[in-house]
């Protein structure tokens, strides 16, 4: 079932042709779900099961996932890993450089609430949400290759129910827990 087949259509024939009338609210969530550009930003041992999740056992590109390396280029941003004071204003700042509409998944212990560090490390940022705005949480030490699918699509879901009616601003989003 193709993408024509979900949109609520109406077509009218003319003398010379036709006119298509739908919603592009739709078709452009269709398109961006579809299609996500991701940064990686891997910073510890999280970061090797995000490298096997784009691998071909588990393959991101089957799920329209394309990695990039630039900021300009990306939709989303995977921060895997525990992220030190040092480099939140760095991960602040590639986060700004993303063009919008823009998403973050913070995945395993450490990038959601400082992980195992969070009372024992004065410099461990106790979770990258007190930097950036993050849209799903993927909890786990490391979290499996499956559990940052799972969390994939559950942003997926996310981008499809989003409208132009009901768009927010990124950090008023609640978060989800995958």
Known sequence: MGIIEKLPIYTEKIPGGGVLLTATDKLFNWSRKSSIWYMLFGLACCAIEMMATGASDYDLDRMGLIFRATPRQSDLMIIAG?????????????YEQMPEPRY??????????????????????KGVGRVIPVDVFITGCPPRPEALMDGIIELQKRIGRDTLKNRVRLKDKAPVRA
């Open 82 to 94: 525990t992220v030190t004071l040092k480099m939140a204003p760095k991960i602040q700042t590639l």
């Open 104 to 125: 973050v998944i913070a995945m395993g212990n450490c990038a959601c609430n400082g992980g195992p560090y969070f009372y024992d490390s004065y410099s461990t940022l």
